[in-house]
């Protein structure tokens, strides 16, 4: 019998559903999770959940299952949550770990598996690894109805919705930004913020908060090119300012402007770390993937706060929170934490910080752009995925880290780096990265320029080049 091998990426198991993503193939990675929990301890707890994906109560509930069969309790979410909710559910109630069935913004034919630990963010990888080492090649999965465990005390419900939403309703003044002149527009693009939204802000404009569990055939993730609904709703809607967006399970950021231009990950992060310490006085260091624009290290440098490159996968950056005063943590992706809040990305969290910032300032997200580049410089970013097979992806990949490209087109470079992937820097003070997805067959090509025309045309020179050799 061929055994389908199982290995967590940067974010979780992430496989094409009844291909590799089976019931059978999440039985074996929860056996193996079920005996590191019984190695470490007497009677682990987990908190369990599924987003709003094809397939996740079948999953969660196969989780549930080979859990409680093997000594560890479950308490588990009733309906869908999003992977922040489970990371704060894991703090709040002192579980052991937290396990979220998703596959967060990969296309709908993936589901995945996401490990958190009990500090409320990802697990760290070296838990991960140990993990991976015991998942068996065999599995026996239970038949026991839930009452069953239930009866046997081994399972419980809890409304994580309700506990986070409150929390929400804590830390933030949702009654000042339900008040707000600059009115909220919100794309759920199907996944699991769309209830969260809904309670705290009734009049907000909602798109996409429906239940849908192939996200209308695309992938829901974040970028401009996925969000044009959501950019001409603001950009015709007189009284709506802000346009929030999350992915498939919610602790991803998409943003646009009044004037429904779209702010990405490494404006927001910037955005982020300018509310937080110019205008809250918060300190601490900054921790930043190796994907972020440098000019993140040059606010950083004018506010005196230290930075650290971390590669990429947010639980580096969680790693860092737990140990360290971290301010700012953040990947160009979307996921960003901050200080004050779980060390996990949130999606809703960070979007209502930044509508808290232009509550208060009474200035647009376009302002507060502005603000940002008197400090760091204007600059535009823009990223190409290009779709190809494993061994192509693996030999542009395998020149770059040999140097086999001298320039790409007429854009010639001066340094390079190699954190995680391989970094560019380019004589007219832009960058260009490429990058093999951890989760899926495609290569990520990164860009930043001086504006939108030349940033794109980095690009095109770039494909061109990688593609022709």
Known sequence: ?????????????????????????????????????????????VVLGHDCRFGGALFAETVADVLCANGVKVIMAKGFVSTPMISFGVQKLGAQQGVIITASHNPPSYNGYKLKGAHGGPSSPKDIAAVEALIPDTVDIPKKSFNYWLERGM????????????????????EGLNKSPFKLAYDAMYGAGQNVIRRLFPNAVLLHCDDN?????????????NLQELAR??????????????????????????DGNFVDAHHIILLLIHYLHKYKGMSGK???????????KKMCEAYG????????????????????????????????????????????????????????????????????????????????????E?????????????????????????????????????DNGGWIMLRASGTEPLLRVYAEGNGKEETLDILEDVKSTILAM
């Open 1 to 45: 019998m061929i055994v389908d091998q199982i290995k967590f990426g940067t974010d979780g198991w992430r496989a094409i559903i009844a291909q590799d993503f089976t019931v059978y193939n999440v039985g074996r990675v929860t056996k193996g999770l079920a005996d590191w929990l019984n190695g470490r301890g007497d009677s682990p707890k």
């Open 155 to 174: 399972l419980e419900y809890i409304n994580l919705e309700d506990m986070y939403v409150s929390y929400l309703q804590e830390h933030f003044d949702i």
């Open 213 to 225: 569990p192939g996200f209308h055939g695309q992938a829901p993730e974040p970028l401009d090119k």
């Open 233 to 258: 709703t603001v950009a015709t809607t007189p009284e709506v300012k802000i346009g929030l967006a999350t992915d498939g399970d919610a602790d991803r950021i998409g943003l646009y402007d009044e």
């Open 286 to 296: 900054v921790a930043v993937a190796f994907s972020v624009t440098d000019r993140v």
């Open 305 to 388: 706060l230290p930075i650290e490159v971390t590669p990429i996968g947010f639980k580096y950056i969680s790693e860092l929170m737990v140990n360290e005063d971290i301010l700012v943590g953040g990947e160009e992706s979307g996921g960003i934490a901050v200080k004050g809040h779980i060390p996990e990305r949130d999606g809703i969290y960070d979007g209502l910080a930044l509508y808290e910032f232009m509550h208060k300032t009474g200035k647009t997200l376009k302002q507060l752009c502005q603000e940002v580049y008197d400090v760091v410089g204007t600059f535009v970013y823009e990223r190409n995925d290009l779709h190809i």
């Open 390 to 426: 494993n061994e192509q992806k693996e030999s542009i990949i395998k020149k770059a880290s040999d140097n086999a490209y001298p320039k790409f087109g007429k854009y010639g470079f001066n340094r390079i780096e190699t954190i995680d992937g391989v970094k560019y820097h380019l």
